[in-house]
């Protein structure tokens, strides 16, 4: 199976390193979440943000109690002495679940995120709606929120106006590629939102996870290259026979560490699920269950 020359050695997030705090730019700090995980990398990033003595916190890690020593240093280190409110890329644990821990810390302050609700409603703390388009403003900075689902229903990316630079979230990596969940994302609609973001030309991006991308555009642009490139390598192994999902990732991830391979499973049934919408490939008649245990055939 033909692979491309980058996943001869493909670039993971397991053993990266960060600093725990950065200075991204004068209006961007990076405080760690201090979440590790094989999918992670060293933790979420979340991000101070703006200029004056209070501040916008763009995501909050997952809550662990290693987290809040570092926002503290980081609030100090950048001369922010509150926070305006809280702004969430998405509902997943690792960006939602410290939101409750840094309301103790800083006291009551507004929550911002795009709806979702069969996930929101398990948080005990009241979200305000975040609109696709809406803008939230502080000293120094100005960010307007994109919708961009496709890892998350629920997914916002926001555009720093002054630097034309992106938050990206889960949607653009610092190191590696997004998982596409096949129970709750879609790589169709991930696909629209990276080409929304190119045409943003963006310079930087801010990720989620890993460090700073300098050239925005481009990164986006080998985004979705890497996407149609995994596209072709599973329509490849399925003309060689290979109909399950195990079975195309033993083939097209045979680079990648096993620890990642489920992972992968993920990202290969959302792949079959956007061939399936576009009638390219079907379910083999009498198999049923989740995408990634069923058997797949070309049309």
């Known amino acids: 199976m033909s692979r491309s020359s980058g996943d001869e050695s493909p670039p993971v997030m397991m053993g990266l390193e960060m600093p725990d705090i950065a200075h991204w730019s004068e209006r961007v700090m990076v405080a760690l979440g201090k979440n590790p995980s094989p999918f992670t990398g060293p933790g979420t990033n979340t991000f101070l943000i703006g200029t004056g003595e209070e501040r916008i916190l763009l995501d909050t890690g997952h809550g662990h109690s290693e987290y809040l020593p570092v926002l503290e240093a980081a609030m100090q280190r950048s001369g922010c002495r509150s926070i305006q409110q809280i702004l969430l890329t998405h509902a997943h644990p690792d960006h939602i679940g410290g939101v409750g821990e840094v309301l103790e810390h800083v006291g009551s302050v507004t929550v911002c995120k795009m709806p ?3 996930h929101d409603d398990y948080y005990p703390f009241e979200i305000t709606p975040l609109a696709d388009g809406q803008v939230i403003e502080t000293e120094g900075a100005r960010l307007r929120a994109l919708h961009t689902p496709g890892h998350a229903p629920d997914h916002l990316c926001f555009l720093l106006e ?3 630079a992106l938050f990206t979230g889960d949607n653009v990596l610092g190191v590696g590629t997004t998982v596409i969940p096949a129970e709750s994302g879609d790589l169709g609609e991930y696909m629209r939102s990276l080409r929304r973001l190119v045409d ?9 996870h890993g460090p700073l991308i300098a050239r925005g555009e481009e990164k986006l642009q080998e985004y979705i290259a890497h ?3 995994r596209e072709q390598q599973i329509l490849e192994a399925m003309r060689s026979g290979a109909g399950e999902v195990a079975v195309m ?3 097209i991830y045979a680079a990648y560490p096993p620890a990642l391979h489920a992972a992968a499973g993920q990202s290969v049934a959302a792949h079959l699920l956007k061939l399936e919408a576009e009638g390219r490939v079907t379910r083999v008649s009498g198999t049923s269950g989740p995408p990634t245990s069923v058997r797949w055939s070309l049309v």
């Open 116 to 118: 979702w609700t069969e």
């Open 162 to 164: 002054e630097e034309n």
């Open 200 to 208: 943003l030309r963006p310079g930087r991006l801010y990720p989620g």
């Open 227 to 229: 996407r149609q490139l």
């Open 249 to 251: 990732v033993e083939t």
